[in-house]
C-alpha cells in the first residue's frame, strides 16, 4: 500500500450507512449515543464458568424484512446471515442520500472489510456476501472490482489507501468503504471467553461483543458530497502504524503504544496548529486499550486543543469488530456536519494484531461554483 503521508489529495463523504444494536440507520445510531443509550443485554451465551455474556446485538426484528430467499451457501451459519443482511441495510442507506444530479448506475469499487484470522474460526463466505449484496440488493457492485482486507477494527480506516488508489489513480467517482460484523460465533466467543476477555460476572477486564455494519460512499468530487450550510466532510489520507506487543499469540514483544503514535503521526503530519478537539476511538473497555491512547495523545499533543473530547462509542454498541472504522468516521462527520464552522476530528482504530490506523475528517466550505442544495443531510 502507499505510505504517501504528504498526498492533499482528499476523498469526500457522498453517504453514510449503518446499523448497530442501538440503530437502525445512522440517524438512529448517533441519537442513542447522544442519549447515552446502551444496547448492552445479558444474552443467552454463557462462559465456560456457566457465566451469562453481556452482547450488543442488533434487534432480529430489523431482519424481518428479508427474503426467505437469502443464500446461506452449503454451510449455513446465524453469524453468516447476519452479517450479509447487516450490509444490505447499510450500503443501501449510503447509496440512498441523493448525489447532486448523478444517479451511480455503473459498477463501483468496494473496499470490503473483514474480520481478523482466527484460528479454528471460519470466515464469512465473501463470495456468498457479494453475490447476496449483488441479487438482492440491487446494488452497482461487481466481484471483479472488489478489494478485501482482513484486518479487522483497523480495517475500515487502512482501506482507505485503496479508496485513494480507486479515485486518483483509476479515476472512478465513486468507492464504497466499509464492512459488517457479528461475534455470534460459538468458536469465536470460546477463544474470547479462553483470553478471560468477554464481559461477563467474575471477568475484571472484558469487552461487549456488538455487531452492526457500517459503509461510506466516498467520491473525488467535492460537488457530490454530503453538505450541510455549504459545507461538506473531507478524509485525508490515513496514517497507518504497526504495534509490536499486539493483542495476537504470536506476539511477545514489549506493549508501549508506538504504533497508535505512529499512526496520529502519520495522519496529523499535514495538519495546521492545534485544531484538533474530538477524536473517536475503537477503545472498548478493555484497559490494554488505554494506555496506546494516553501515549498517542502525550506525544501528539500538539495538535490538539487543551481540553480534548476522546468520544468511544463502544460504550454503547458494543464491540464492532470490522465495522468498527467506517461507522466511527460516519459518526464523525454527522457531528461535525450538525456543529457550526469548520473544523476536524482524529478518528483511529486499532486492530487485536499490529495494526493502528488514524484519519483526519475535516469540515470545509464547499467550493463555490460547485454548492447544491439537493443532497442537503438533515
Same mark, same amino acid.
Given at each position: 500500500?502507499?505510505?504517501?503521508?504528504?498526498? /492533499?489529495?482528499? &476523498?469526500?463523504?457522498?453517504?453514510?450507512?449503518?446499523?448497530?444494536?442501538?440503530?437502525?440507520?445512522?440517524?438512529?445510531?448517533?441519537?442513542?449515543?447522544?442519549?447515552?443509550?446502551?444496547?448492552?443485554?445479558?444474552?443467552?451465551?454463557?462462559?465456560?464458568?456457566?457465566?451469562?455474556?453481556? *452482547?450488543?446485538?442488533?434487534?432480529?426484528?430489523?431482519?424481518?424484512?428479508?427474503?426467505?430467499?437469502?443464500?446461506?451457501?452449503?454451510?449455513?451459519?446465524?453469524?453468516?446471515?447476519?452479517?450479509?443482511?447487516?450490509?444490505?441495510?447499510?450500503?443501501?442507506?449510503? =447509496?440512498?442520500?441523493?448525489?447532486?444530479?448523478?444517479?451511480?448506475?455503473?459498477?463501483?469499487?468496494?473496499?470490503?472489510?473483514?474480520?481478523?484470522?482466527?484460528?479454528?474460526?471460519?470466515?464469512?463466505?465473501?463470495?456468498?456476501?457479494?453475490?447476496?449484496?449483488?441479487?438482492?440488493?440491487?446494488?452497482?457492485?461487481?466481484?471483479?472490482?472488489?478489494?478485501?482486507?482482513?484486518?479487522?477494527?483497523?480495517?475500515?480506516?487502512?482501506?482507505?489507501?485503496?479508496?485513494?488508489?480507486?479515485?486518483?489513480?483509476?479515476?472512478?467517482?465513486?468507492?464504497? =468503504?466499509?464492512?459488517?460484523?457479528?461475534?455470534?460465533?460459538?468458536?469465536?466467543?470460546?477463544?474470547?471467553?479462553?483470553?478471560?476477555?468477554?464481559?461477563?460476572?467474575?471477568?475484571?477486564?472484558?469487552? /461487549?461483543?456488538?455487531?452492526?455494519?457500517?459503509?461510506?460512499?466516498?467520491? $473525488?468530487?467535492?460537488?457530490?458530497?454530503?453538505?450541510?450550510?455549504?459545507?461538506?466532510?473531507?478524509?485525508?489520507?490515513?496514517?497507518?502504524?504497526?504495534?509490536?506487543?499486539?493483542?495476537?499469540?504470536?506476539?511477545?514483544?514489549?506493549?508501549?503504544?508506538?504504533?497508535?503514535?505512529?499512526?496520529?503521526?502519520?495522519?496529523?503530519?499535514?495538519?495546521?496548529?492545534?485544531?484538533?478537539? /474530538?477524536?473517536?476511538?475503537?477503545?472498548?473497555?478493555?484497559?490494554?486499550?488505554?494506555?496506546?491512547?494516553?501515549?498517542? *495523545?502525550?506525544?501528539?499533543?500538539?495538535? *490538539?486543543?487543551?481540553?480534548?473530547?476522546? &468520544?468511544?462509542?463502544?460504550?454503547?454498541?458494543?464491540?464492532?469488530?470490522?465495522?468498527?472504522?467506517?461507522?466511527?468516521?460516519?459518526?464523525?462527520?454527522?457531528?461535525?456536519?450538525?456543529?457550526?464552522?469548520?473544523?476536524?476530528?482524529?478518528?483511529?482504530?486499532?486492530?487485536?494484531?499490529?495494526?493502528?490506523?488514524?484519519?483526519?475528517?475535516?469540515?470545509?466550505?464547499?467550493?463555490?461554483?460547485? $454548492?447544491?442544495?439537493?443532497?442537503?443531510?438533515?
Amino acid at each position: 500500500m502507499s505510505d504517501n503521508i504528504n498526498d /492533499t489529495r482528499k &476523498a469526500y463523504i457522498a453517504g453514510i450507512g449503518m446499523i448497530t444494536s442501538i440503530g437502525a440507520d445512522t440517524e438512529m445510531t448517533a441519537a442513542a449515543i447522544n442519549a447515552d443509550y446502551s444496547g448492552y443485554r445479558i444474552s443467552g451465551y454463557r462462559t465456560r464458568k456457566g457465566q451469562p455474556i453481556t *452482547l450488543a446485538e442488533v434487534p432480529d426484528e430489523l431482519f424481518s424484512t428479508f427474503p426467505e430467499g437469502i443464500n446461506g451457501g452449503d454451510h449455513y451459519s446465524d453469524h453468516s446471515d447476519r452479517m450479509i443482511k447487516m450490509s444490505l441495510i447499510a450500503i443501501n442507506e449510503a =447509496l440512498a442520500t441523493p448525489t447532486g444530479n448523478q444517479t451511480i448506475t455503473q459498477p463501483i469499487p468496494l473496499v470490503l472489510v473483514m474480520p481478523e484470522p482466527q484460528t479454528n474460526v471460519d470466515d464469512i463466505d465473501y463470495s456468498l456476501l457479494i453475490k447476496n449484496l449483488i441479487k438482492y440488493g440491487e446494488l452497482p457492485l461487481s466481484p471483479e472490482l472488489v478489494t478485501r482486507t482482513h484486518t479487522g477494527r483497523a480495517g475500515g480506516i487502512q482501506g482507505l489507501d485503496w479508496v485513494f488508489r480507486y479515485l486518483y489513480e483509476l479515476d472512478y467517482d465513486y468507492v464504497l =468503504l466499509g464492512g459488517s460484523d457479528c461475534y455470534l460465533n460459538h468458536p469465536r466467543l470460546e477463544q474470547l471467553d479462553a483470553a478471560q476477555r468477554l464481559l461477563a460476572p467474575g471477568v475484571m477486564d472484558g469487552f /461487549t461483543p456488538g455487531e452492526g455494519a457500517g459503509f461510506l460512499l466516498l467520491t $473525488r468530487h467535492p460537488q457530490q458530497a454530503l453538505s450541510q450550510n455549504n459545507h461538506i466532510i473531507a478524509l485525508h489520507p490515513p496514517g497507518i502504524g504497526e504495534e509490536p506487543g499486539h493483542l495476537h499469540d504470536d506476539s511477545d514483544r514489549p506493549y508501549r503504544g508506538d504504533g497508535l503514535d505512529q499512526a496520529f503521526k502519520k495522519a496529523l503530519v499535514e495538519n495546521p496548529g492545534n485544531n484538533i478537539h /474530538t477524536i473517536y476511538s475503537s477503545m472498548n473497555g478493555e484497559h490494554y486499550w488505554a494506555k496506546e491512547c494516553s501515549v498517542a *495523545l502525550l506525544r501528539n499533543e500538539a495538535h *490538539l486543543q487543551e481540553r480534548i473530547t476522546v &468520544a468511544h462509542p463502544a460504550d454503547c454498541y458494543g464491540d464492532l469488530g470490522a465495522a468498527t472504522g467506517s461507522v466511527l468516521i460516519g459518526l464523525a462527520a454527522q457531528q461535525l456536519l450538525k456543529q457550526p464552522g469548520p473544523a476536524t476530528h482524529l478518528v483511529y482504530s486499532s486492530a487485536d494484531g499490529p495494526l493502528r490506523a488514524a484519519v483526519r475528517v475535516e469540515k470545509i466550505a464547499q467550493p463555490i461554483g460547485q $454548492r447544491s442544495s439537493s443532497h442537503e443531510r438533515t
